[in-house]
């Protein structure tokens, strides 16, 4: 199973993370959210913004936007996605050298804040999605972990599982 976490979180979840958006995506286009996404949002207002950060995050993954990745993913970022871990650099890597092509929606997002640390989890829904020419669409539950260091949020962890048909 490859990484989404190229995610993000994929896409994350991975892969990671990951990667709710409210146009439709193309392959190589932009992430998609839903206009209400079912997205449940913290009243905590340190914890606003976090749900745009995922879409960002997201949609950075689906275009391989290193820029945007650089900004969002701590510099110990780390991701597990199955069998597989990864790390900021990783992430980058795959950015600059276009490994993604697909599209992806984020659905059901939620939102936890606990002081300087929050919790946002939820369902990422790959499309036509590749990573390094290997299928990787399908749905992948994920839980992206934050952390507010010098007065703005990054993402610490993530973890992302493949929804098995039953």
């Not at 300087?116 to 499309?127: E, I, P, R």
């Amino acid at each position: 199973m490859m990484p989404f976490g190229m995610k993000r979180t994929v896409l994350l979840a991975v892969v990671t993370c990951g990667f709710a958006f409210s146009t439709a995506g193309l392959l190589r286009g932009a992430a998609r959210i839903p206009a209400n996404g079912g997205e449940g949002d913290s009243n905590n207002k340190a914890g606003q913004g976090l749900l745009q950060m995922e879409r960002d995050w997201a949609d950075a993954m689906v275009k391989n936007n290193a820029e945007v990745i650089a900004r969002i993913e701590a510099d110990d970022y780390t991701y597990v996605m199955g069998d597989i871990s990864g790390d900021k650099k990783r992430d980058l890597a795959d950015a600059r050298s276009s490994s993604f092509t697909g599209s992806a929606e984020l659905t059901g997002m939620k939102q936890r804040v606990y002081g300087d640390a929050a919790v946002v989890t939820g369902k990422a829904s790959l499309h036509n999605a590749k990573y390094n020419g290997n299928d990787i669409s399908g749905d992948y539950l994920f839980t992206d972990t934050f952390v507010r260091r010098g007065g703005r949020w990054q993402v610490v962890a993530s973890h992302s599982s493949k929804v098995q048909a039953m």
